[in-house]
């Protein structure tokens, strides 16, 4: 499972706003991971927040989607959002593993 980093707030958010963006381009889940050279699992994992995307993915997603101009800039705003630590959290700690 990726690293669990960031809000989970924030990633569910964008993640929702991924699967929109996905079904507003009229793609199934499998037709718009093959481009990506990604899994249909884990575009769903993507979409559910379940899993973080790196930002040469979510570039990737967005230039597929169709996404341009001032939604471009505000997803890219929150997307950045999601890879910060939250103020209770030390950049220090390591995130806590399950056994």
């Known amino acids: 499972m990726g690293t669990r980093t960031g809000s989970v707030v924030r990633r569910r958010m964008l993640a929702r706003r991924l699967r929109v963006l996905r079904e507003r381009a009229g793609l199934p889940l499998d037709s718009a991971a093959a481009p990506l050279y990604w899994?249909?699992?884990k575009l769903h994992r993507i979409e559910t927040g379940q899993q973080p995307v790196d930002v040469h993915?979510?570039?990737?997603?967005?230039?597929?989607?169709?996404?341009?101009?001032?939604?471009w800039t505000e997803l890219m705003a929150l997307a950045v959002e999601t890879r910060r630590h939250g103020w209770w959290r030390s950049r220090w700690t390591r995130p806590h593993r399950r056994p």
């Open 39 to 41: 899994s249909g699992s």
């Open 57 to 71: 993915g979510f570039k990737s997603m967005l230039d597929l989607y169709g996404v341009g101009g001032d939604e």
